[in-house]
């Protein structure tokens, strides 16, 4: 039995997709623990918890997440198998997680928000750390870095 964690972020899922891909054709049995990135929690207060990714899950709350593990059904697997098929086939240069759907993308589909980012003067580092405080994209900073420098390459 193998039990894989993932989230909605664009980058756990196509890393679950792909792995369902691996072991379509194998006997592996899979378990699921899909982590929300928002949920209502309710020590010591109510509150709304929202987490950015993964590594935010605090290992006091694993026994907590570990009561949503579920055995993926072969279909369910092969469904993502196929998810990742098709996203081969499309080849694009970024995945983002719209309304609910893993969907490709071109590689400026973010330009427009960084854009409003940029100022005289403002340091491409304070950008780069605010949008990764700001927005859970799923992106790392070497591809915030790498765009801007496009964007402001392209501006003459």
């Known amino acids: 039995m193998l039990r894989v964690w993932w989230s909605t972020m664009p980058d756990d ?69 196929y998810e990742w098929q098709a996203l081969v086939v499309e080849n694009a240069p970024l995945r983002v997680n719209l309304n609910g759907h893993l969907v490709s993308a071109p590689a400026d589909f973010y330009n427009s928000l960084l854009e409003r980012q940029i100022q005289p003067g403002r340091p491409i580092v304070q950008i780069i750390g605010e949008m990764l405080m700001r927005y859970s994209l799923g992106l790392p900073d070497w591809w915030y870095r790498a765009r801007l420098q496009h964007i402001l390459s392209t501006r003459g």
């Open 13 to 81: 899922w196509l890393g679950y997709d792909w792995l369902c891909q691996q072991l379509a054709d194998t006997d592996a049995q899979l378990r699921q623990v899909m982590v929300p990135l928002s949920q209502v929690i309710t020590r010591p207060g109510l509150a709304l918890q929202t987490l950015s990714d993964l590594s935010e899950v605090l290992p006091a709350d694993i026994a907590h997440y570990l009561q949503l593990a579920q055995d993926v059904s072969e279909d369910e697997q092969r469904a993502h198998s």
